[in-house]
């Protein structure tokens, strides 16, 4: 009888526990939440960005700059002609309704700068290179703006290594639909590159100019570089502790960089 009772304790413990039937989850239809993203013409991945919007508070500025970044995510895939346009609709909350014409995808076959100068042509690639080697580069996407903001640097670096006249003029993009591939020619007027011409101290003491002079380790004659400058005039003001101001100006042969340093601070 008692092997009966603790049987039957066993069998009731192991019972399965009862289903508790939990109440659906509402939608929030509120008029000021995106209820729902639909794409067309693309997937929802392709636009991730505002995909992501579903059931955010809504935010029509916020909505427009987030496109435009989705679109620019576009052009960085290879699709330079991707554009996205948004309707919105009233339904459980805000409706947005989201159609993108991505157009044709291209790849850098060819790019190509137009000049005889002898700036390092590795340089000048590393310059344009964009997003880890994927953007403006050959194999990859070619995003237009950001090549433009890429040559403005090129031509900075130009002018900093002696090609002070030079000019960097606007890419020209050759597009083959049939083959999806793109041939980019950068045309640059590179002029005289620009020696160091007179290197010059003024103020303080004689020694302390001679000093900084010295200190600057550049040369009349050498090609002028304003790296190499930079690193001289701070080693100067490390080695003398003095204020040291710079000052350059085209030579009155205009070929050349004169180079004076004023020296401010004690005797020494």
């Known amino acids: 009888m008692q092997r009966l009772i ?3 304790i066993v069998l009731i413990g192991c019972q399965p526990a009862p289903q508790v039937a939990y109440p659906a989850v509402t939608p929030d239809c509120s008029p000021e939440r995106i209820g729902r993203v639909s794409v067309h013409g693309a997937t929802l991945s392709d636009v991730a960005p505002l995909a992501v919007l579903e059931g955010t508070f809504d935010d029509r500025e916020r ?5 435009e970044v989705a679109t620019e995510l576009l052009h960085v895939r ?3 002609n991707a554009r996205i346009e948004i309707d919105r609709a009233q339904g459980c909350g805000i409706e947005l309704d989201i159609a993108v014409a991505l157009g044709s995808r291209y790849k850098i076959t060819q790019l190509a700068f137009d000049t005889d100068d002898v700036f390092p042509q590795a340089e000048r690639v590393e310059a344009v290179e964009d997003a880890l080697g994927t953007v403006n580069t050959l ?3 070619y995003v237009q703006d950001r090549m433009v903001r890429a040559l403005a640097a090129l031509e900075r670096r130009y002018h900093e290594s002696g090609w002070i006249d030079a000019t960097v003029g606007k890419p020209v ?4 639909e049939g083959r999806g591939s793109v041939s980019i020619t950068v045309p640059i007027v590179a002029g005289p590159r ?7 101290a003024h103020g303080a003491s004689r020694s302390a100019r001679q000093a900084v002079v010295a200190a600057l380790g550049l040369r009349n004659g050498d090609w002028y570089d304003a790296t190499q400058l930079r690193t001289g005039i701070d080693r100067a003001r490390r080695r003398l502790d003095r204020r ?5 100006e085209v030579g009155n042969d205009h070929s050349t960089i004169d180079i004076e340093a004023r020296v401010t601070g004690g005797e020494r």
Do not use: F
């Not at 620009?194 to 010059?200: A, D, H, T, V």
């Not at 040291?244 to 350059?248: C, G």
């Open 194 to 200: 620009y020696r160091i011409g007179e290197i010059r």
């Open 173 to 176: 993009a050759t597009y083959d």
């Open 244 to 248: 040291i101001e710079l000052r350059i």
């Open 63 to 67: 909505t427009g700059r987030i496109a």
């Open 78 to 80: 290879g699709y330079p």
């Open 139 to 141: 194999g990859g996407s």
């Open 6 to 8: 603790l049987t039957a």
